[in-house]
């Protein structure tokens, strides 16, 4: 069976005329005849009812033309699409993110996107950093907003710099630490830490490992989470701490109390990876909003602390 099987029975049927139908198809009639029985013998059963001036659909013909029309509208649909796509009216952009630093920059750039570029249709994925870089090498992410991994992980990748996120020490509103208005990497030592998962996160790992190198000591972690959501529901019930980023404030508000921790520690780096030999013309466009969407988060006047 064949696409133009359909398209014959579909015009047979409406017109109930074989001649009219063979007539709008620019067919012979007996090619026609011969199309709609060699259709009948395969499917085994009867779709029209023949006189000698007009057709009419048997009840199995009445339910297969329901199926045949929306069989021909999902082939017109998907030709459009790819016909889009070649001509550059229509792109999927899949972008791996991590929800927490991406925050201030990737919201903005996404409205903006969607106005320069209504033909693509971005799909976001939340996903761990090896996560991102695995989609990136295997070509099923053209884009990762990430921290930036170490440079062995960032092998076969291109990485820039968008913007820096401080780290501080986060905890719970009834935390016992919550009065302090700073906290030294001394005192970090007698804590208990909740982190992300090292498997998922070992770039984490391995700043909490250098930032606890200062005061000669190794971070004591209690308990490890998947996702942003696991940390901050850990810390909400006071009975542990967290070195998370600033950012952390603009999706928690006053649920978590953030410390600034002395000497101030380093700041994470936050970007974008790509494969340059993947990237597409949606990518760049997108990748431009980003910069412009980052750039005019930095320039952004910093709120006075009441």
């Known amino acids: 069976m064949e696409l133009r099987h359909l398209r014959y029975f579909v015009a047979v049927a409406k017109e109930e005329n074989v001649s009219r139908a063979a007539l709008n198809l620019h067919v012979s009639q007996p090619a026609l005849s011969r199309q709609i029985r060699d259709l009948e013998d395969e499917i085994g059963f009867l779709l029209l009812k023949r006189s000698a001036k007009s057709v ?19 082939a017109d649909e998907a030709v459009q699409a790819a016909r889009d796509v070649a001509s550059g009216l229509r792109e999927e952009l899949n972008v791996g993110y991590a929800p927490m630093p991406t925050v201030k920059f990737l919201p903005p750039a996404l409205r903006a996107f969607r106005k320069q570029c209504p033909g693509v249709r971005v799909k976001l994925y939340d996903l761990s950093p ?18 930036r991994p170490t440079r062995a992980m ?23 630490l919550a009065k302090l208005r700073s906290i030294s990497t001394q005192q970090l030592k007698d804590q208990s830490l909740v982190a992300y998962s090292r498997k998922a996160y ?39 701490v967290a070195i998370l980023p600033q950012s952390l404030e603009l999706t928690t508000g006053a649920r ?17 990876a790509w494969v340059p030999a993947r990237m597409t013309s949606a990518a760049e466009q997108f990748l431009n909003v980003t910069r412009r969407s980052a750039k005019g988060v930095q320039k952004e006047p910093k709120k006075a602390r009441v």
Do not use: C, W
Request: aromatic share 6%; no cysteine; proline share 6%.
């Open 56 to 74: 009419h659909l048997t009840e199995a013909g009445r339910t297969f033309l329901v199926e045949s029309q929306a069989v021909l509208r999902r």
């Open 130 to 147: 090896e996560e991102m870089l695995t989609g990136l090498h295997e070509g099923r992410l053209q884009l990762a907003f990430l921290v």
């Open 154 to 176: 960032l092998r076969g990748l291109h990485f820039e710099e968008f913007a820096r996120d401080h780290m501080r020490l986060a905890v719970g509103r009834n935390h016992p």
């Open 202 to 240: 070992p770039e984490y790992h391995a700043y909490l490992g250098a930032l606890f190198s200062g005061a000669r000591a190794r971070p004591s972690i209690v308990e490890e989470h998947d996702d942003g959501v696991g940390l901050v529901t850990a810390l909400e019930t006071g009975l542990s």
């Open 256 to 272: 978590i109390k953030l410390i600034p921790i002395t000497p101030l520690p380093s700041p994470l780096v936050l970007g974008v």
